[in-house]
Structures are given as structure tokens and as C-alpha cells.
């Protein structure tokens, strides 16, 4: 499944209200470790099924970055019916990214 752009109009319908796990990778176009970090989130967005996988840009989506807190990106996000269930800052690797899914 591709990668999908959260916005905040959209957040509530894609993410809180999603039946799937939603990963959210929050970003920035000049932030070095979030396009290190782009590849994999994308990996993870084509290899998997069982989740949806959502970008938020957050130059372009200041309130959702403010809602959340987001002080330094990348940080990548997981919510589970709804409701936040992990959360990472910085640039992890594939491994360490897929294990906020299981928590």
C-alpha cells in the first residue's frame, strides 16, 4: 500500500478512525535523518498490508505538528484504534521501526 499524506483535515478519517495500525512519519523536506529515514518508511508501506502507512509534512501541517508536541523529526508515530501507542524521534532503522508496531 503507498504511503499516504496526512493533512489536517484528513487526520482524524485516515488515522483515529482507522481499522488498521497507522504508522506516521512527521517530516520535513530539508531535515537530513528524514530522508534517510523516507526510504524505509516507504519499505514499510510496500511490504506491508496489515497497516496504513501516512507522511505528515509538518511545514505544511503546523497544527497537527503543535497537537502532537513535535519538537524534533523525524518522529514516527503509531496509533492503534485511535489512540497513540509508541513513538520514536530521530532516524531508526527498519527493525526498530517495525518493532513500534508491535508495542
Known sequence: ???????????????????????????ATWCGPCRMLAPIVEEIAESRSDIKVGKVN??????????????????????????LTAQSVGYRPRAEIEALLEK
Not at 509538518?58 to 508536541?69: K, M, Q, T
Open 58 to 83: 509538518v511545514d505544511e501541517e503546523g497544527e497537527l505538528a503543535v497537537r502532537f508536541g513535535i519538537s524534533s523529526i523525524p518522529t514516527v508515530m503509531v496509533f492503534k484504534n485511535g489512540e
Open 1 to 27: 500500500m503507498a504511503e499516504i499524506t496526512i493533512t489536517n483535515k484528513n487526520f482524524d478519517q485516515e488515522v483515529l478512525a482507522s481499522d488498521k495500525p497507522v504508522l506516521v512519519d512527521f517530516w
